[in-house]
């Protein structure tokens, strides 16, 4: 009789972990059979180039839903520090402006913006904000049409002076 009590206790704890697909065991399924297109085009690299700067023009603003990992690498010293993976959405609007939002469980985790003239981080488990001003534009980007990331990057280039302002605790 106890021996029966049991097994109808532990069938009844095993029975909602097997029925709700966490699978004990690893399980195979079958994947469609992807199918090449029926219609292909040729084209020249020359068009396909005018086709790509088309479409670039004619976009104006991107958002996108994104997870963010990040990990720390130290090469000289052979270790390497995975960070639990974030939530995120990326705004894009032309000619530069950028926001990057990273969220953790829910939780807003940083707020990066940019728009093309200066950069700013918040960060409200810290309760800081970093802001980067250029002293000099010197058209780095200006006018282009690239993304405002290619642009950061020019500045870092052309070796404009940055003030650094650093507000919070």
């Not at 994947?31 to 029926?38: E, G, S």
Request: net charge positive; hydrophobic share 40%; with cysteine.
């Amino acid at each position: 009789m106890r021996a029966h009590c049991r097994l109808t206790f532990a069938a009844a704890l095993l029975l909602p972990l097997l029925l709700s697909g966490c699978s004990l065991f690893p399980t195979t399924r079958k994947l469609p059979v992807p199918k090449a297109p029926t219609i292909t085009q040729s084209a020249a690299p020359e068009e396909l180039v005018a086709r790509l700067n088309q479409r670039w023009d004619a976009l104006n603003t991107l958002t996108a839903t994104v997870e963010i990992r990040a990990s720390l690498e130290k090469s000289k010293e052979g270790t390497a520090t995975d960070y639990p993976g974030l939530h995120g959405n990326i705004l894009i609007r032309k000619p530069g402006d950028l926001r990057v939002l990273g969220r953790y469980f829910g939780v807003l985790a940083f707020d990066m913006a940019s728009d093309n003239k200066d950069f700013t981080l918040f960060i409200p488990s810290k309760n800081k904000v970093i802001r980067i001003l250029p002293r000099c534009h010197a058209g780095a980007g200006a006018g282009t049409g690239r993304p405002v990331l290619g642009n950061l990057g020019d500045l870092r280039s052309r070796g404009c002076g940055q003030k650094t302002f650093v507000l919070g605790a």
